[in-house]
C-alpha cells in the first residue's frame, strides 16, 4: 500500500512538473513582443511550483532540493568548490571579451538589462536585491525546472531547456550582435548552475555561486568598465 501511495504521489508531481514548466515557458516566450512585461513572472511561478511538487511528492527535507542544514556538507562534495567559483571567473571573462568586441556598449546593455530590478545607486538595496533574483531565479530554474524535471527526462535535455528558458528569459532589445552574445554567456552560466546543483542537490549552493557570479561582475563593472 505504501509503495502505490508513493508511486501515486509521484505521479502527481510529474504533472504538476510538466503544468509548471509549460507556464514558465510560456510566459517566457513572451519575450517575442518586445512590449510585453510578463515574462518575469516565471521565476514566481518556478518558485510556486517547487514547493507544491515537493508538497504533492511528500519528499523528505534531507531530500529536498532547498537545503540550509546540509550546506557544509554539500560543499564538500567532490568538485562542487570548483564549480561554485566557475561563474565568478566566466563573469569576468565575459565582460573583457564583450568589451574587446563590442566596447562600452555591451557593458551599458547589460546595465540596462538590469536596471529595471536593481538600484545601481543605493548600495544596501542593491546588495539585498542581488540575493533575492538570485535565490529567487535558482529556486525557479534550478530547483524545480532543472531538478524536478530531471526525475522525467535525461539530465542534459534538462539542463539544456532550463538554460535556454533562463536565458531568454534576459533578451531585451539591442544590437543583434551584443544580444547575441549576451544571451549565449547567460546560457553558459545557467549550465554552470545546473551542474552545481547535480552535484550538490541543493540550489542554496548554487545560488551562492550565482550570488557570487553577479557581485563580482557588478563590482567589475564600475571598478573598471
Not at 74 to 93: E, M, N, Q, T, Y
Amino acid at each position: 500500500m505504501k509503495k502505490q501511495q508513493t508511486t501515486g504521489n509521484d505521479k502527481r508531481s510529474a504533472v504538476f512538473t510538466f503544468i509548471g514548466i509549460t507556464v514558465m515557458i510560456l510566459l517566457t516566450l513572451t519575450k517575442v513582443v518586445p512590449s510585453s512585461t510578463i515574462a518575469g513572472y516565471s521565476v514566481f511561478v518556478g518558485i510556486a511550483f517547487f514547493f507544491i511538487t515537493e508538497a504533492v511528492s511528500k519528499t523528505r527535507g534531507s531530500e529536498s532540493g532547498l537545503r540550509f542544514n546540509t550546506i557544509v556538507t554539500d560543499f564538500k562534495k567532490p568538485g562542487v568548490l570548483l564549480w561554485v567559483l566557475l561563474p565568478s571567473a566566466s563573469g569576468i571573462a565575459t565582460l573583457v571579451v564583450g568589451n574587446l568586441i563590442f566596447g562600452g556598449e555591451f557593458v551599458a546593455h547589460v546595465v540596462g538589462r538590469t536596471s529595471s530590478i536593481l538600484s545601481f545607486d543605493k548600495v544596501a538595496l542593491l546588495i539585498g536585491q542581488v540575493i533575492i533574483a538570485a535565490f529567487g531565479e535558482e529556486i525557479a530554474y534550478r530547483g524545480f525546472f532543472f531538478g524536478k524535471s530531471a526525475k522525467l527526462f535525461p539530465i542534459w535535455v534538462c539542463a539544456v531547456v532550463s538554460s535556454a528558458a533562463f536565458a531568454a528569459g534576459h533578451i531585451v532589445t539591442g544590437n543583434t550582435g551584443i544580444v547575441a552574445y549576451d544571451i549565449a554567456t547567460v546560457f553558459i552560466d545557467s549550465l554552470i548552475f545546473s551542474v552545481i546543483y547535480h552535484k550538490a542537490g541543493n540550489c542554496v549552493i548554487s545560488t551562492f555561486s550565482h550570488i557570487l557570479g553577479n557581485a563580482i561582475s557588478l563590482v567589475a563593472v564600475f571598478v573598471f568598465f
